[in-house]
């Protein structure tokens, strides 16, 4: 079956735009995860969702990022007034239930690029 | 929260010799403990995985250890090849919770 799909694959805005960044989970899967990489760097928790609960958003670097999961499938996250600094690649990934200890599953990521 | 350290940052080993890449997690709560391996561009895939209830886990070239009472798990390769060059990512999770990824280990096998 089709794996994790996140669109766009490749963004460039102006400093000061905003942006939406969507995520299809693999069909079936709970657990909702973003993440942010900076060139060459690590994977940065940013948000987390499972079924019906509260997300886990402390991870969240300012006001300026929100995220949500719509029928507990696809996810948007959106970053306000976008600055330099924002620019990376976010990836999302999902899990069939976080509870049960299963493992996530990453997309391609979609690369932002802030000029 | 939990914090993961991950060693080395980078890694150059001749083809043929082994890999050994380590990491510590800080919540004894932690109970399961994937390595994924990211190349270059591409999204990071899980190589291999580890819950608490055991300590070492073999598939073909590469195996995990976890040591519970030092709170450290480590990513083993052997027999490395120019196709194992990524970049390679421990993380630990409490079940039912977010994962915590380390800072990644760049990898390079030199033919």
């Known amino acids: 079956g089709a794996g994790v799909s996140q669109s766009p694959s490749n963004k460039v805005t102006e400093k000061g735009k905003d942006v939406e960044l969507r995520c299809d989970p693999i069909?079936?899967?709970?657990?909702l995860y973003w993440y942010r990489q900076s060139l060459g760097q690590g994977l940065e928790f940013l948000i987390y969702f499972q079924g019906n609960s509260a997300p886990d958003k402390s991870g969240l670097p300012s006001d300026r990022f929100s995220a949500e999961r719509t029928g507990g499938s696809v996810s948007t996250l959106t970053i306000q007034r976008t600055q330099q600094e924002d620019s990376a690649v976010y990836l999302c990934?999902?899990?069939?239930?976080?509870?049960?200890?299963?493992?996530?599953?990453f997309g391609e990521g979609s690369w932002l690029t802030v000029v | 929260g939990e914090n993961v350290e991950q060693h080395p940052s980078t890694l150059s080993v001749q083809e043929g010799d082994s890999a050994v890449i380590k990491c510590t997690y800080s919540?004894?709560?932690?109970?399961?403990f994937p390595w994924y391996k990211q190349e270059l561009g591409k999204r990071p895939q899980l190589i291999i995985d580890i819950r608490s209830n055991v300590g070492e886990k073999k598939d073909q070239r590469i195996a995990v250890t976890l040591n519970k009472t030092a709170k450290h798990f480590s990513l083993h390769i052997t027999e490395t090849q120019p196709e194992d060059s990524a970049v390679y990512f421990c993380?630990?999770?409490?079940?039912?919770?977010?994962?915590?990824f380390g800072t990644g280990t760049s990898l390079t096998v030199i033919p």
């Open positions: 990934a999902s899990s069939p239930d976080s509870r049960t200890g299963n493992t996530i599953y």
């Open positions: 993380a630990a999770t409490i079940t039912g919770n977010q994962f915590y």
């Open positions: 069909s079936g899967h709970t657990a």
């Open positions: 919540d004894s709560a932690s109970n399961y």
